[in-house]
C-alpha cells in the first residue's frame, strides 16, 4: 500500500500550481522517493520509481537532452517527472509529450516560482506518512491471517482499503536469496505493485482491491473481489517482473483459493502457501491450489517427518531388497504408471516382458499386496508421491547450497 503520483498530484496540485502535461494513464504508479537531477546519467542508480524533478538546465546546451532524459526515466520505471518550468525551459517539445503518452509516462510542470526544495520536502513526507499507514495495513492483515484476537480493530484498519465482505484470494511468493536479490527487493515490489495498478485500470476491474505486503520470509499479494482472469493476469505479470528469478528457478508462486469475507482470509493464506510449497518440491515457477489434485493432502501435512516415516514403512521391504539386487521402487514405480500393464512396464524398462513378470511376482511377495486393484495401488502411490516430494527437496537445498557457496 504506497503513496501514487495521483495521491501526490491532487494534493498538491493547488500549492505548486502543477500541470500535467503528458503520461496520464500512468498516474497510478506508485512513487517510493523524490530526486533532483540535472544529469540524466544519475538514472542508472535508479531502482524503479523514482520520482524525478529538474529545472531542465541542461536543455540550454543541449537541444535533446529533455527527450534523452524522459527515455532514460522510462528504461528504468521511474513514476514520473516533474519539469520546474520557466528558466531553462518555456515549452516542452512536442517529441517529448508524444513520446510521454505512448508510453504512459507522467511528465508535470511547475512555474519557475514555486521552489523545488519545498516540494521535494513535502512529497517525501507525505511518501512517509504512507509508508507508516501501510505498515498498520500490512500488520493488520498479519493479524486477521494468524487469527490474533483484534478482528474488529482490524476490520476498522483494513476496511479503508477493502471491501470486507467481499471475495479475497491470496498469492504467496518465495523468492530465494541469491546475491544482489536483497538489494534489488524492495524495488521490484515497487514496480510489481505499478504494473497491478496499470490492470487495474481497465474498467472490469473498478471494484477490484489490491494489498501487497511482507509476510514472514514471502511477498503476499492480496485480491479483493478479483475476477478469475485477474488473479491469472497477476500470476502471469508476477512471473514477467520476476523473470530473471524464474529462469534461474528461484521464484515459488502459490495461488490460494477464493475465500469469502476478510475472516476467511486465513483459508486462502494457508492453501497459497501449500501450493507455493508444492512448487519448491516440483521446481515449477507457480501453482494455483484447485489444481494440486491428491498432493493437496500431502503438502497440507506440515510436519514432514511424518510423511517421510510413512513412505519408508510402505516402500521399506523394497528398499532393503534393492540395497543388494534389483530397483524394485522404480519397477512399482513404472508398473503403476502402466496402469499394471507387463507389456508397458516391459517397454518403458526396456526389460523382457518375462523378466518384468517375474520381478513383479517376488515384488508382490515382497510388500505382501497382490497389487491387483486400485485398494491395493493406492498406499503405495502416495508413498512414491511422497519420495518424490522428497527427492525434489532435497535437490532444492543442494541448488541453494551451490549458489550460496
Not at 483494513?158 to 471475495?167: E, F, K, S, T, V
Not at 491469472?232 to 508462486?253: C, E, M, P, W
Not at 493406492?378 to 525434489?392: C, H, K, S, T, W
Amino acid at each position: 500500500m504506497s503513496v501514487t503520483l495521483q495521491k501526490l498530484f491532487h494534493e498538491n496540485e493547488a500549492l505548486f500550481k502543477l500541470s500535467l502535461a503528458a503520461g496520464q494513464n500512468g498516474v497510478g504508479n506508485v512513487v517510493s522517493w523524490v530526486y533532483m537531477l540535472e544529469d540524466e546519467t544519475i538514472t542508472s542508480f535508479f531502482h524503479g520509481t523514482e520520482l524525478a524533478v529538474t529545472t531542465c538546465m541542461k536543455s540550454e546546451r543541449d537541444g535533446d537532452w529533455l527527450y534523452t532524459l524522459v527515455q532514460r526515466l522510462c528504461e528504468c520505471d521511474a513514476a514520473g517527472l516533474i519539469i520546474n518550468t520557466g528558466r531553462f525551459l518555456f515549452e516542452i517539445p512536442r517529441p517529448v509529450l508524444d513520446f510521454c503518452n505512448a508510453h504512459e509516462f507522467p511528465l508535470f510542470t511547475m512555474p519557475w516560482e514555486i521552489r523545488i526544495t519545498d516540494l521535494v520536502q513535502s512529497f517525501c513526507v507525505r511518501i512517509m506518512n504512507d509508508q507508516y499507514e501501510a505498515t498498520l495495513h500490512d500488520q493488520a492483515i498479519r493479524d486477521v491471517i494468524l487469527k490474533r484476537d483484534n478482528l474488529a480493530e482490524c476490520r476498522d484498519i483494513l476496511g479503508q482499503y477493502y471491501d470486507l465482505a467481499g471475495r479475497f484470494t491470496v498469492f504467496c511468493i518465495y523468492i530465494r536469496q541469491t546475491a544482489g536479490a536483497a538489494e534489488e527487493g524492495s524495488s521490484r515490489e515497487y514496480l510489481l505493485e505499478n504494473r497491478i495498478r496499470r490492470l487495474k485500470r481497465a474498467p472490469s476491474a473498478a471494484s477490484v482491491h489490491v494489498g501487497l505486503l511482507k509476510f514472514e520470509s514471502y511477498l503476499l499479494i492480496v485480491l479483493n473481489n478479483a475476477s478469475a482472469p485477474m488473479v491469472q493476469q497477476i500470476r502471469d505479470l508476477i512471473l514477467d517482473v520476476y523473470a530473471d528469478s524464474v529462469k534461474t528457478h528461484d521464484i515459488f508462486v502459490g495461488v490460494g483459493i477464493e475465500a469469502e469475507g476478510l475472516e476467511r482470509l486465513d483459508q486462502s493464506y494457508n492453501r497459497a502457501a501449500t501450493a507455493m510449497r508444492m512448487a519448491m518440491y516440483r521446481h515449477e515457477p507457480a501453482i494455483r491450489f484447485e489444481d494440486m489434485g491428491f498432493y493437496k493432502i500431502l503438502f497440507s501435512v506440515k510436519d514432514e517427518e511424518v510423511l517421510y516415516a510413512y513412505a519408508d514403512e510402505i516402500l521399506g521391504p523394497l528398499d532393503r531388497y534393492d540395497a543388494k539386487n534389483h530397483s524394485y521402487v522404480e519397477l512399482l514405480k513404472t508398473y503403476i504408471r502402466q496402469d499394471r500393464s507387463l507389456a508397458g512396464t516391459a517397454e518403458a524398462l526396456f526389460m523382457h516382458r518375462n523378466t518384468v513378470n517375474y520381478q513383479i511376482q517376488k515384488m508382490k511377495e515382497l510388500l505382501g499386496s497382490p497389487l491387483k486393484t486400485l485398494e491395493d495401488l493406492f498406499p503405495y502411490q502416495v508413498a512414491l508421491a511422497i519420495r518424490d516430494m522428497e527427492g525434489n527437496a532435497e535437490r532444492g537445498r543442494e541448488k541453494h547450497e551451490r549458489d550460496s557457496s
